[in-house]
């Protein structure tokens, strides 16, 4: 069950970082050199649309799999590295709920309202928000494998 436990948790990860990635590094500014914002922007949504209910997903076994194996050690046996990266990740969630309640609901009303200077910006909130998770997961993966 241990081995199960953390290749869910692993897999979750690598679902929700390599996503963020893929994102920022290659689909957004491929996008930006290719479509005008009119196509740009309600490809950008209907992307983030996918890709979150996958993040949402990811969350709930993240913390799931991360419980269950800390819990299953033992708080005070636990590595300060599991305590790190739990801190972390519940950064990582807040940050990714006030992203999906606030600057991507809102990319989706300028989407629909065809205010692409809004969705403009609502995007690039996105992107910096992201970029800011993506960071804080290295983070957490460094944590839990540097600091025992």
């Known amino acids: 069950m241990p081995a199960l436990m953390k290749f869910l948790h692993l897999l979750a990860a690598i679902a929700w970082l390599g996503g963020i990635g893929f994102m920022l590094l290659a689909l957004r500014p491929a996008a930006a050199q290719l479509l005008a914002p009119p196509q740009r922007m309600p490809l950008i949504a209907q992307v983030l649309q996918r890709f979150f209910a996958l993040v949402w997903a990811s969350i709930a076994l993240l913390l799931l799999t991360g419980l269950s194996m800390l819990l299953s050690t033992g708080m005070k046996q636990a590595p300060v590295g ?3 990266m739990l801190g972390l990740g519940l950064v990582m969630f807040a940050l990714f ?5 606030g600057p991507f609901r809102r990319l989706k009303q300028a989407v629909s309202a065809a205010n692409w200077p809004e969705g403009g910006r ?3 909130q996105i992107a910096t928000l992201a ?3 993506l960071m804080l997961g290295v983070l957490a993966i460094g944590v839990v494998i540097f600091i025992i």
Do not use: Q, T
């Open 82 to 84: 599991w305590h790190l």
């Open 131 to 133: 970029g800011i998770n």
């Open 122 to 124: 609502r995007a690039g």
């Open 97 to 101: 709920g006030h992203l999906y309640f």
